[in-house]
């Protein structure tokens, strides 16, 4: 028997894990070694205790409705956060929007500003991209179009791919700095280009900032309205970032975040997201503010990050074309002879070591894939167990040869 369903659901692309399941299905992983998995960027280091103590301490504010708005005591904590960690001023009650994680506000937006009875309606994002980008355009009616990441600038994106014609139809852009899955962060003459490329296109930008808190330099990563106030743009205007607890605090469950920026989007996205149901539980709001407010976990979780890649890296160097990223808790490495689906599987079968072949995070655009050839492996886990894949993928590639 039929029923109706929304015909944009067919244009959906499968995850890339569960392109993955399907492409190692009938592997069965040597026995041997204890199963490890560095596919999925789960963040697996401990929750603070502060953020269990303040949901155990506002068990009775389950008792009431919450806002889509949040509370003021939360859009004022975070607004402290933005001013510590950019020296921004933000007006909490205008700039600022708690979200459910990062995730589920990247997917919101393009619904809230996508016009697709306008003909030719596009949304831009990087090559390879978090899928959630071109899922959230395709169920909004709108077209993708693909920059894709150049390797020769450390993965930087080439906007340059971007032709004049498309981004006269572009109405959203997603940018992600620091990048998924190279780390890459933007400098500001890059986001100089893309402001002045909104202004004369009237395009939305949505900054996708989730991996900002585990970086590897001195100087902490440039975020969009940061960039933005450096640019004389204080109104942020068609600017939204989007920004997460889930790598910052490391409780991706817990599906806390905010956006903030230009004060007119934001009213029509809290619009659209009053009709949506995207009210953050009492509960969650509480673990949040406790959460913006301490820095010292945020401290200690980058000190154990940067310890990992200082251990890893070099170990993977010997045998793969990989450095030191920028930023997040990503590696993307190049593996010998260029198949990267085919080096995932053997990985794999012999080692019962998972990690994500890049192909499968990009499509092909301008002629090529630009994830492919490469692996993304999620330093999620604790030290021990990320040495323990470094050897066994340095086993392996040497075995290849």
């Not at 789960?42 to 068990?59: C, F, G, K, N, T």
Request: aromatic share 10%; net charge neutral; hydrophobic share 45%.
């Amino acid at each position: 028997m039929s029923f109706p369903a929304n015909p944009r659901l067919e244009r959906l692309h499968p995850y890339p894990f569960e392109r993955l399941r399907q492409l190692t299905a009938g592997i069965t992983p040597n026995p041997a070694f204890t199963p490890i998995s560095l596919g999925i960027g789960e963040p697996r280091h401990a929750a603070p205790a502060l953020i269990a103590d303040a949901i155990q301490a506002s068990m009775k504010s389950l008792a009431a409705y919450p806002a889509t708005a949040g509370t003021p005591a939360l859009r004022e904590a975070i607004a402290a956060w933005i001013s510590r960690r950019y020296a921004l001023a933000v007006d909490p009650a205008t700039q600022i929007l708690p979200v459910n994680g990062s995730r589920e506000a990247l997917f919101a937006i393009a619904q809230t500003v996508v016009d697709a009875s306008r003909a030719g309606a596009t949304v831009v994002c990087p090559n390879p991209f978090y899928q959630i980008y071109e899922g959230a355009a395709l169920l909004a009616g709108a077209e993708v179009a693909y920059a894709n990441a150049d390797p020769a600038r450390n993965f930087a994106v080439d906007w340059s791919q971007i032709d004049d014609a498309t981004w006269a139809r572009t109405q959203l852009l997603y940018v992600c700095s620091p990048g998924n899955p190279s780390g890459a962060v933007m400098p500001l003459a890059e986001w100089q280009r893309l402001f002045e490329l909104s202004d004369r296109h009237g395009f939305v930008i949505a900054s996708d900032e989730c991996y900002s808190e585990i970086y590897f330099r001195d100087e902490a990563p440039l975020g969009g309205l940061k960039a933005a106030a450096r640019l004389g743009r204080a109104d942020f205007r068609n600017l939204i970032a989007f920004t997460s607890l889930s790598k910052r605090s490391n409780v991706p469950g817990l599906r806390s975040g905010f956006v903030a920026g230009d004060a007119a989007l934001l009213k029509k996205f809290l619009l659209y997201r009053t009709y949506h149901g995207s009210a953050m539980s009492p509960i969650v709001q509480a673990a949040s503010i406790a959460a913006w407010g301490d820095e010292a976990h945020v401290v200690d979780n980058r000190a154990r990050y940067r310890a990992k890649f200082a251990e890893v890296t070099p170990l993977l160097s010997e045998v793969l074309d990989v450095a030191l990223p920028d930023a997040g808790f990503y590696l993307w490495a190049a593996v010998p002879g260029g198949n990267d689906v085919a080096f995932a599987q053997g990985l794999l079968a012999q080692y019962n070591l998972a990690v994500l072949p890049g192909s499968l995070l990009a499509r092909e655009a301008h002629g090529i894939n630009p994830g492919a050839g490469r692996i993304r492996l999620a330093l999620v886990a604790e030290e021990a167990e990320c040495l323990e894949a470094a050897h066994r993928i340095v086993s392996f590639t040497k075995s290849l040869a």
